[in-house]
């Protein structure tokens, strides 16, 4: 199982940017994603998750109606849309995926354990200049 994150890059406050995560070698139709976000000296903070079965999402509250997770049809890539950005933004974007449970959990219980992934990508930096 491997993730590969690409769209990172630096912007300017208020732009926006689209991250993606690519599965190489499998689908995502047996695993559960989710986008988080780390600066130097500060936790892993999810920031997106999504339930790829029945397309249920969960938010942080600093990515509440400005960021948008979404996969594509085959499940063979995950979305991160990223706007109105702002400088408290800028982190170290990690895709994560960790394998369906038989507890159906929903998407909240990944965004707030990060533990609880199985695989994750090298991440894309996103720098926001203010």
């Known amino acids: 199982v491997q993730l590969v994150e690409s769209g990172g890059g630096l912007v300017q406050a208020g732009g926006s940017l689209r991250l993606a995560c690519a599965a190489s070698?499998?689908?995502?139709?047996?695993?559960?994603v989710g986008w988080f976000r780390q600066v130097p000296g500060r936790a892993r903070e999810g920031v997106a998750c999504?339930?790829?079965?029945?397309?249920?999402?969960y938010y942080s509250d600093s990515a509440e109606g400005r960021f948008t997770i979404s996969s594509d049809n085959a499940k063979t890539t995950v979305y991160l849309q990223l706007n109105s950005l702002n400088a408290g933004d800028t982190a170290r974007y990690y895709c994560?995926?960790?394998?369906?449970?038989?507890?159906?959990?929903?998407?909240?219980?990944?965004?707030?354990?990060?533990?609880?992934?199985?695989?994750w990508g090298e991440g894309t930096l996103v720098t926001v200049s203010s």
């Open positions: 994560a995926a960790a394998r369906r449970s038989v507890e159906d959990y929903p998407a909240s219980y990944y965004c707030k354990r990060y533990k609880a992934m199985d695989y």
């Open positions: 070698g499998f689908t995502f139709d047996d695993y559960d």
């Open positions: 999504l339930i790829t079965s029945d397309r249920s999402t």
